[in-house]
């Protein structure tokens, strides 16, 4: 190369008949490093280690649409942007309750499932460069309008570019979801080493059967995946049927019925 010597990048393009300068014609080479490396790897790691299945069941969401509705004008007035999320994250944490061993991570070195006794929940979020888990540290101990300014504190940083190590670390369950972009369903991947995760899709009316009658409701899919080496399925199953009761339910997020 013009006297030069070749880098060994070089040579291996040039071995695996690919140009060693720029990319062939027709072609754009995107380098994955950063936020995009950290994907790549992460997610090759959960797909390679956990035994992902995945479950999904329909949710009525009639009711929690009218009382996010309700509750839209107070949370204008607390400088609050109320989304679905926190209804979800508070039935989710009332259902890891029923269910602890989900709210747990794989060592992997000594083989042993490390049950949390706090609630640390990742929010999966789009991000310009990437999907990035921002963290919701103890959720448990937050009031819903604490929960939706965390997530929203967390969104705004995470465009802005401007998430802390803090803000992306210690998580012991995730949510994901494309709003209103979430299709029927998925099949998410988990954020390893935690055991699950949680997709949640778009709203949509659709006509059901209720009482023997057909009527129209608000609707919507959930995904969920688990690492089937320590979940069985029965329990995986039992945790959803718990997370769609309590939104289905929505008054039960806010009260211990148990």
């Not at 060592?107 to 929940?121: A, G, Q, S, T």
């Amino acid at each position: 190369m013009s006297g030069r010597r070749m880098s060994w990048r070089a040579r291996a393009r040039l071995a695996a008949g690919v140009a060693a300068v720029g990319a062939m014609a027709g072609e754009e080479r995107i380098p994955i490093h950063g936020l995009r490396k950290r994907i790549f790897d992460k997610m090759a790691k959960s797909k390679s280690t956990a035994a992902h299945y995945t479950y999904v069941e329909e949710l009525d969401m009639s009711q929690l649409v009218q009382l996010r509705d309700h509750l839209k004008e107070t949370a204008q007035r607390r400088g609050v942007k109320l989304t679905y999320l926190p209804f979800f994250v508070k039935a989710i944490l009332a259902a890891l309750k029923d269910y602890p061993t989900l709210n747990a991570s794989v060592d992997e070195e000594f083989l042993e499932l490390v049950m949390k006794r706090y609630y640390n929940i990742g929010v999966a979020t789009a991000t310009d460069e990437g999907l990035t888990v921002t963290v919701v540290h103890d959720a448990d101990k937050k009031d819903l309008w604490g929960l939706a300014r965390e997530i929203e504190r967390l969104a705004e940083a995470a465009r802005d570019k401007k998430l802390t190590l803090h803000d992306v670390q210690g998580s012991t369950f995730t949510i994901t979801s494309l709003g209103r972009e979430g299709g029927m369903f998925a099949t998410p991947i988990i954020n390893w080493p935690e055991v699950a995760i949680v997709g949640i899709h778009r709203i949509e009316k659709r006509p059901v059967v209720r009482a023997d009658q057909i009527t129209i409701r608000e609707m919507m899919y959930m995904s969920c995946s688990f690492d089937h080496r320590v979940i069985d399925g029965h329990v995986g199953a039992a945790f959803v049927q718990s997370v769609r009761n309590y939104v289905e339910h929505p008054a039960t997020i806010f009260v211990d019925a148990r």
